[in-house]
C-alpha cells in the first residue's frame, strides 16, 4: 500500500529548507520553532537533509554535509 504524502507539511519543509540555505546554511533552533511545526523540522531530519548540532551556547540546524 503505497504511503500518503501531506503535500502541506512537504511544501514547508521545502520551504525551511530554503531558508536554512538563505540563512547561510545554519539556523539557530529557537529561531524555527516558532514559525515551523516540530513535524516539520522532523520530516527534514527523517530525510537526512539536515542534522542538529550542539554548540554548547545553543542548538543549530544545519544543512547535511553529503547533502
Keep these: 500500500m503505497p504511503k500518503t504524502v501531506d503535500n502541506y507539511l512537504e511544501r514547508r ?23 515551523f511545526s516540530d513535524s ?13 548540532q550542539n554548540t554548547g551556547r545553543g542548538f543549530f540546524l544545519e544543512i547535511a554535509e553529503d547533502f
Design 40 to 52: 516539520v523540522i522532523q520530516t527534514l531530519l527523517d530525510k537526512e537533509l539536515v542534522q542538529v
Design 13 to 35: 519543509a521545502n520551504h525551511l529548507l530554503r531558508l536554512i540555505r538563505l540563512c547561510g546554511g545554519c539556523i539557530p533552533l529557537h529561531r524555527l520553532q516558532l514559525q
